[in-house]
């Protein structure tokens, strides 16, 4: 079973419009030799289409951090799927643990973002993880299941299609700390089971699962080399074009071997 292998890249608050056209055409440029891998860039709303004008015409996909859900109306500082859509977007981050963390974002805000984005014929990344005293209390495996049953209420196995998981374990973000491959593959193992019960199989054997935090060039193959992991979501090796490169070219050796 050959799963597409995703690698993104989530921007999070940086670079202005002139640092986000740059490094989208450093990317573009050291990424022309990428063909088994889909490449995702994420930058913060103001630079989607500006950089969508840089990777247009390549095989690079653009994607936003965040939606609301509805599709317009008085919902100061919010951006709905279709303005996203109107910037060039294909993809879109949803429950990311630094929004359910700093900006109150639950299961059922997570299950309706959703819902939204898919419904505008957007792709999902969805992000679940657990926080490091539930990693200590022994419940990641609870934790991420009630995350994974509450995001994907009310969808069906075609919704799916159009969805990636992103295991982050929230203790590993930005921190330097990364989940060995074990505790990685371990949780992977245990989120497609849980799709296997939701869904069925095929779903579940489809599903691009990505592994995210602190993933750098120096740590990629190992981590990306297990079985239920198939891309990775990257947050700070993103932002120079030489490790966020690094990383795509590190999944694309191991996707044609
Ligand atoms: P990090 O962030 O790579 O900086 O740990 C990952 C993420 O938050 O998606």
Same mark, same amino acid.
């Given at each position: 079973?050959?799963?597409?292998?995703?690698?993104?890249?989530?921007?999070?608050?940086?670079?202005?419009?002139?640092?986000?056209?740059?490094?989208?055409?450093?990317?573009?440029?050291?990424?022309?030799?990428?063909?088994?891998?889909?490449?995702?860039?994420?930058?913060?709303?103001?630079?989607?289409?500006?950089?969508?004008?840089?990777?247009?015409?390549?095989?690079?996909?653009?994607?936003?951090?965040?939606?609301?859900?509805?599709?317009?109306?008085?919902?100061?500082?919010?951006?709905?799927?279709?303005?996203i859509k109107s910037a060039g977007a294909t993809y879109v981050?949803?429950?990311?643990?630094?929004?359910?963390?700093?900006?109150?974002?639950?299961?059922?805000?997570?299950?309706?973002?959703?819902?939204?984005?898919?419904?505008?014929?957007?792709?999902?990344?969805?992000? =679940?993880?657990?926080? @490091?005293?539930?990693?200590?209390?022994?419940?990641?495996?609870?934790?991420?299941?009630?995350?994974?049953?509450?995001?994907?209420?009310?969808?069906?196995?075609?919704?799916?299609?159009?969805?990636?998981?992103?295991?982050?374990?929230?203790?590993?973000?930005?921190?330097?700390?990364?989940?060995?491959?074990?505790?990685?593959?371990?949780?992977?193992?245990?989120?497609?089971?849980?799709?296997?019960?939701?869904?069925?199989?095929? =779903?579940?054997?489809?599903?691009?699962?990505?592994?995210?935090?602190? =993933?750098?060039?120096?740590?990629?193959?190992? @981590?990306?080399?297990?079985?239920?992991?198939?891309?990775?979501?990257?947050?700070?090796?993103? @932002?120079?074009?030489?490790?966020?490169?690094?990383?795509?070219?590190?999944?694309?050796?191991?996707?044609?071997?």
């Open positions: 079973m050959k799963r597409k292998k995703v690698i993104a890249g989530n921007w999070k608050m940086f670079k202005t419009n002139s640092e986000a056209l740059q490094l989208a055409n450093q990317i573009r440029i050291k990424t022309t030799d990428i063909k088994a891998t889909q490449i995702i860039v994420c930058p913060p709303f103001t630079a989607l289409a500006n950089v969508n004008e840089v990777i247009k015409e390549s095989s690079i996909a653009l994607g936003a951090q965040n939606i609301y859900w509805e599709k317009e109306g008085a919902f100061t500082g919010e951006i709905s799927p279709g303005m981050i949803i429950g990311h643990s630094e929004r359910r963390q700093y900006f109150g974002e639950t299961d059922e805000t997570v299950n309706k973002k959703i819902k939204a984005a898919l419904e505008n014929s957007l792709k999902t990344i969805v992000c =679940v993880g657990e926080l @490091l005293e539930q990693r200590e209390a022994n419940i990641t495996r609870e934790v991420v299941t009630k995350q994974i049953k509450g995001a994907f209420a009310g969808l069906n196995g075609a919704d799916m299609q159009h969805v990636i998981i992103a295991y982050e374990p929230v203790w590993a973000i930005g921190t330097g700390k990364t989940a060995t491959p074990e505790q990685a593959q371990e949780v992977h193992a245990e989120i497609r089971r849980v799709i296997n019960e939701l869904f069925d199989k095929t =779903v579940a054997d489809n599903l691009t699962i990505q592994y995210g935090g602190s =993933v750098k060039p120096e740590n990629a193959e190992i @981590l990306l080399k297990q079985v239920d992991i198939d891309g990775a979501l990257i947050g700070g090796a993103c @932002l120079k074009a030489d490790s966020f490169s690094a990383i795509i070219h590190t999944m694309e050796n191991l996707s044609n071997e």
